[in-house]
Every structure is written in C-alpha cells, then in structure tokens.
C-alpha cells in the first residue's frame, strides 16, 4: 500500500501530512524544524529524506533533514556561504531540488549551492556570473521583494546535468553541463517594462516541465501563462480565457502534456484570489482554453493567496493536485482537479507544498 | 573559565547543549569556536560571515555589549541573547 505524504512548509515550521493511495483522509503532523520559517520542504526519493530550506531572523539560513518522514531532524549549513571575505552574503535558501543522488539549493544573493551527501555539507555550485542581468542582482537594492535569489529549478529526470534555474524578476536560465555554463531561455515572454539586456528581465513566477513530454514547459509569469514546445528556447502567451494574467503556482499534469493547473490571483498589493471565491484553473488542451475548478472550494470571502511552491500534483494514474495558502488551509483533489476538499485549516502562512508517494 | 549562558533557540538543534555552558576561553570569538568543537553547527548559528555576530544575536560579557574580540576575564559571565525580532 503506498502512503502518500505531503510536506507542507510554513511560516512557523515545517508540516507533514499524510495519506494513502485514496487520498480521501489526512493525518498531520509537526511542526518540525523547530518553528523556523521554511521556504521550501520536498521529499528526495533517492535517499527517502525530506528537506526543508530555513531561514531563521536569528540564526540564519539552514537546511533541514529527516530520513524518517519527519520523526527525527538534523540541519547542516556547512559551506553554505561564499565566505568570509566575499562580498555577498546569504540571507535564505529560496528553493531545493534533488535528482541523481545531488541536492541543489537556490539561494539570496543569487546563488546554487550543491550537496551530494544527503545534505551534511554543501559547496557553491554557480553563481551564474557574466550571465546578462547578474551584474546587477548581487546588490540587494536591485532585487524584487521577496528576495528570493534563485527562485525555482526544474530538473530534468533523464539527466542531471541539465537543468533550469531562475532568477527572480530576471528570469530563467539553463544548463546542459552540470552548471558550467547558461543559457537564458526567456524569448517570447512579455514584459510590461523596460530592459536593459534583450535575452533577460522578464519576471518569471512559476516553470514547470511536463512529466509526459519534456519539450513542453509551462510558466506563470508576473505578466501571463506561457507555454514552450521546445524545451524553453521560446514562449508564446496562453493567458487567454484567464481571470487574471498575475499568480505564482502552477501545476502540469504528470501524465498529458497539454494539461496544466494554475490559480490566479489579483496583481498588484492584494494577490489573492479574484472576488474572493477560491479557484483553480486547468487547461487540457495547451492553454487554448481554460476550465476554473471550485467544487469544494470556498466562493464567499475567500480571500486566498498562494506562492510560487504552494501547488503541487502527484503520479498517480488519477493525479492528485494539492496547494497551500498564505492563510494557512491546504486542500487537496484526488480527481485530477475535479472535486477540493480542505484537509488542514489552520497552518501558519503556507510557503510550500510537495507531494510524494512513498511505497 | 568563562560562564556562557546561551539562548532557548539553540537547544532543539544540538543534542545535549545546556542553557548554561562553562568555556575556557580567552575571547568571545574562541568561546564560540570551543562550542563549535562540541556542538558541530554552533558556529554557523551566531556567526554569520565575516564573521560577525549575526544581525539579532547579541552578546554580552559582564552586561557589556561585547564583540567578537572582547576578552573574556576569568569567571566572565557572557550572555548570548536571541534579540527581539518581531512575527
């Protein structure tokens, strides 16, 4: 029987929740990682070990792990620095992704650091540096709010070599060597703002890659959705039948590659969902439509945001899809977006969900 | 030997780390690195680099603010607080 697990990362800690392949009932536990706040907590499957990327206002940045699906923990930010006399600092690890028996870790000032032994140490892997856009992102009063640094990966399965990093309010990247060098792979995106290099500066919230076909990309961006057919050497916008051209989380399907989920929220100072009325939104046939998916979601006062790892969809030939809010509720469909129902309410602020099947 | 009191924070991430630690040590600095040779990680919890005592931690040795070079007297007693740091 496979169980099903979430880690669910928080303003106050990080959460597990847990279920088995129905999906329909959820035990929780934590708050683990001693309350800190976690950006981002996902489960490795290689090793069997969540990760939880913390910053704490006191003791800084530090990444948590447990091999036991959160019943003992141990953190380690040894060589996580670019070190004494450098002069950048780290203010938080933004993002985590494991593959190929590697853990990357995404941080502020913009910066990847490694571990490749289960995340006892860690050594900086790239800075992106001499790439367009990174003579400006080291100084913190060029950098979005959030300060996020690199803000999301997308890996590929089929080689840990290749890989996508962003870059917050620059936007993404990519690397067929392990690192060595990038290519930024934003053409076709819009901006609504001047720029100074051609290839970067756009505002990139959300990439995903389709499990199905990895030529297919999604992106939520500050300004649209946007597919790629090519693996990321372009966009074109599919915001199109869309309440609102602005989110941060976003979905693709693990088994079509046209289908993908996205909640749009209100831009400017609110983000949250429009009208007060929760909603996901799905496009099975590549963003030449759009289908909004609320049953079991709350439509009065709902006034939910979710950020850019707040969502997340499991392997399951029904794919579950999941996301947590800045509320602090996660709900959950285990129809492949059909049906939502609440199955924590009461969390601190959510930053991240992620969900694994665990056999 | 100087008389360390240490913040509630540090606690759940090292095992056996008291409230209240006796070092022997000539700086606050190499009181720092004495408890990092017990409690591997320590370090990186108050220092940040540099180093330098990290932005919310204080110290203080004998109710003075101290620095990372203050000398530590025999029977010094240094207080390391998690400053208020609000949410």
Known sequence: MSRTILMVGTRKGCFVLESDEGRANWQMRGPYCDGWPVYHAIYDADSGTIFAAAASEWHGSAIFRSPDLGETWEHSSEGLTYGDDAPKKISKVSTLAASHGRLLAGVEAPGIFESRDGGQTWSLLSTLSGQPGSEVWDDPQNQPPGHLGISNFVLDPDNGDHFFAVVQGIGAYETTDGAETWTPRNRGLRADWPREHEEVGFCVHKLVRSRADGTRMYQQNHVGMHRSDDGGQSWSEITEGLPSEFGFAAAAHPHDRDTFAVIPLDPGHGRVMPDGKAAVWFTRDAGSSWQRSASGLPQDGAHLGVLRQGMSVDTYDTPGFYFGTSTGQVFASNDDGANWSEIASYLPAISSVDVAIVE | ?87
Request: aromatic share 4%; no cysteine; charged share 25%.
């Open chain 2, 1 to 87: 030997m100087a008389d360390v009191h240490l913040p509630m924070t540090l606690q759940p991430l090292f095992a056996g780390l008291p409230r209240r630690v006796d070092v022997d040590a000539p700086t606050v600095i190499a009181a720092i690195d004495r408890l990092e040779e017990q409690w591997p990680g320590i370090r990186d919890r108050l220092l940040d680099a540099g180093p330098e005592i990290r932005r919310h931690i204080h110290v203080y040795v004998d109710k003075e603010r101290a620095a990372l070079d203050t000398p530590l007297a025999p029977g010094a007693r240094v207080d390391v607080i998690a400053a208020i740091s609000g949410g």
